[in-house]
């Protein structure tokens, strides 16, 4: 998906996450998240986007929240953490671990920051 593209893609985007059929919805985040890494921070509609993201993280497929978790654990952006936090407390240990696993990643990410280390932006 081309980020010039970001006025149709954005609202296509977010009405596939909004659907119903909790299987839709999985393939619109590895989308939305495919496009966020791609466009990078801050490209328009990236917030809204991830705010739609972050909403996912009380789905009541499990499937959907570890997938949260694991788009969590590959994008910068601090909207993120309210989901983990949220995750990493959920009923199911799958969804518990992804939650873990970006935790530690963004963990990570601040103390390469903090020495001076860049990551790459996404």
Known sequence: MATEDAT????????DLARP????VLKAVGLAESWLLEAGPGAPGSDELVNALVGLSRHAKWEVRRAIAQTAGQLQHSAFESAIMRLAIDDNARVKQAAEQAAARRRDWRSAGLLGVTEPAG
């Open 8 to 15: 149709g893609t954005i609202p296509a985007l977010l009405a």
């Open 21 to 24: 059929e909790w299987n839709e």
